[in-house]
């Protein structure tokens, strides 16, 4: 068997998996989110923080709780890092220096797992369970709450869904954060972890607490490796999109990434939520046919990207290429050319950044495709409750353009879009583009933060537009010649990644509060029926316009130029 046949091979697999899970998967979510009633467990844990989850919120008080928690994960992320040496467990390692700490909560409280750090030489067990793998499971479960709360705004008030408390909500509630919250962690994100951990270690990734020790190598000496939670970390980091990886070749390390099995498995796990929220959403606004639309133009997205990137790194421009079968080069032999590609797209897609390879080894036009994957705001299918918020505000600005279009106000799921909806919509897709473009203006303009380019021209600029984009669309994947462990990179970075994942998020609550309080609008012929393919089609077309138009004098200065040049 080739290598293209097996790469295609994969992705029909995991395609078919995927979609065996759909509809179970959104049916129980959408489940969860309308139930009124609680399990024993989450009574405690409600007591335990004060919290009353039958209260109903409006968007600002779902705000205010959103913004409180992440606060307080940041806070207790950076001094858990910070009194490291002085904790058990610690192997050995020192406490982690201020600029690093505030690094590393920013990224891992905003889901975006970037690391400027050797996992296995600065964090120690308690480190990476008791504060990042936390952090994996709580930030996602933000992330769905988010999205959660805007989809109710969309079903409200003609929907009869209830709140946690079983009443029924009245305009403009959007539920309550914290039921939310406990609820997308203990019966969502627990379970599908559980799960997903004990296949991985059954397929050879490794599970414990053991210390440091010493292994020895092919060419003599020897080599130190240390042991850790790995299996369970890697199931929730794939499952919640985070990325963060236990060791720094993150899904490349055979230790959590062992074989081609568990590489097709992570893949999955990366999907698996994103995909399956469409359905949810479908559910909870009473027309799964809506959900069929998004998740269409996801699918769209997601098969033109990877096919482009099988394509483009499957290219045979010489003999090194036709022996190898593609361009290897930064890639694992267990994975090859066809599973390394699929990753890429699925991890760049979506907001988890792990890696089976390093992208900034994959052929210019290639490393230019992961990068356009994360400048479309990582909405095919995005992560974990952002790749659906993110969908929906980008259906709120093809309905508008619609409407432009034959002269009609614009109107989707029954709410009017209007001047106040729209200023909204536009306020969330322009923030993270002037984070990441202002962002590497000053690092390419300032003398000090270049030097951390290995490499100069076109690539040199690639690895801190890759770092900017990432940051600020939470992601966490890297160019892997970039030396981000310095004071501008690891503030500035965390800075991009706080602005990137919270500032929209006002916005998305602001216009899910908006949704909430206007009165259904009856359907009428002249009403466009955004569950059909015209509209699928429309809303594909506005997402890569957009972006392009945005993007495209930065991509022509980076990828596009190294690309053309090889």
């Known amino acids: 068997m080739g290598p293209v046949t097996a790469g295609v091979l994969q992705l029909l697999a995991l395609m078919g998996a995927l979609a065996l899970c759909y509809v179970p998967l959104g049916n129980y979510m959408a489940k969860v989110y309308s139930s009124d009633k609680h399990w024993r467990v989450e009574k ?26 992440s606060a307080a994960g940041v806070l207790f992320l ?9 904790l058990p467990g610690s192997l050995g390692f020192a406490s982690i220096d201020a600029d690093q700490a505030f690094n590393t909560a920013a990224s891992f409280v905003t889901n975006t797992n970037w690391q400027s750090y050797y996992g296995e030489q600065a964090m120690g067990h308690v480190v990476q369970t008791a504060g990042l793998a936390v952090q994996n499971f709580v930030s996602a479960a933000v992330g769905i709450a988010v999205a959660v709360a805007l989809v ?14 079983g009443t029924p909500m009245r305009t403009g509630e959007l539920g309550n954060f914290w039921s939310d919250l406990v609820r997308g962690t203990i019966r969502i994100l627990v379970p599908l972890a559980a799960v997903a951990a004990v296949v991985l270690v059954a397929c050879g990734a490794i599970q414990n607490f053991s210390g440091i020790h010493e292994v020895g190598q092919f060419m003599g000496g020897s080599q130190q490796w240390n042991g850790g939670a790995v299996a369970s970390q890697e199931a929730i980091k794939e499952l919640g ?5 236990y060791f720094n070749a993150n899904s490349a390390h055979p230790f959590e990434n062992p074989t081609p099995f568990t590489n097709l498995f992570e893949i999955f796990l990366i999907l698996l939520i994103p995909f399956a929220l469409t359905r949810t959403f479908g559910v909870m606004v009473g027309s799964v046919k809506q959900g069929y639309a998004i998740l269409a133009a996801m699918a769209t997205i997601w098969l033109g990207f990877t096919a482009l990137m099988m394509w483009t790194e499957f290219a045979h421009h010489g003999p090194a290429f036709q022996i190898a079968g593609g361009a290897m080069e930064g890639k694992e032999t267990r994975f090859g050319v066809g599973g390394s590609s699929i990753f890429a797209v699925a991890t760049t897609l979506t907001s988890t950044g792990a890696v089976d390879s390093f992208h900034s080894s994959f052929t210019g036009l290639g490393g230019g495709i992961t990068m356009l994957s994360m400048m479309l705001g990582e909405i095919a299918p995005g992560g974990t409750g952002s790749g659906l918020y993110g969908m929906l505000i980008m259906a709120v600005i093809a309905v508008f353009i619609a409407g432009l279009m034959v002269g009609r106000t614009p109107e989707y799921l029954g709410k009017k879009i209007g001047s ?20 590497t203006a000053l690092a390419m303009a300032l003398p000090t933060p270049a030097n951390s380019m290995t490499n100069s021209g076109a690539h040199g600029f690639s690895e801190i537009l890759y770092a900017y984009t990432s940051a600020a669309n939470n992601n966490g994947s890297a160019f892997a010649g970039l030396n981000a462990d310095t004071q501008w990179f690891n503030s500035t ?3 991009a990644m706080l602005l990137g994942r919270f500032l929209p998020m006002v916005f998305v609550l602001a216009l899910a509060g908006s949704l909430g309080e206007q009165k259904p609008i009856p359907v009428t012929a002249g009403t466009l029926r955004t569950e059909k393919p015209l509209f699928t089609g429309l809303l594909v077309g506005a997402i890569l316009i957009i972006t392009g138009l945005t993007y495209f004098p930065a991509l022509a200065l980076g990828p596009l130029a190294e690309g053309l040049a090889s």
């Open 44 to 69: 405690w844990i409600y007591k335990g923080i004060g919290a009353n989850p039958d209260t109903e919120m409006r968007w600002p008080a779902y705000l205010r709780g959103v913004l409180a928690f």
């Open 493 to 495: 970075l965390g800075l």
């Open 420 to 439: 106040r909806e729209i200023k909204l919509a536009a306020c969330y897709i322009l923030i993270t583009p002037a984070l990441v473009l202002v962002f």
């Open 241 to 245: 999109t985070n990325g963060g990886g």
């Open 152 to 165: 109710r705004g969309f079903a409200l008030p003609h929907s009869r869904l209830r709140s946690s408390g």
């Open 78 to 86: 950076y001094l858990l890092q910070r009194i490291q040496g002085s």
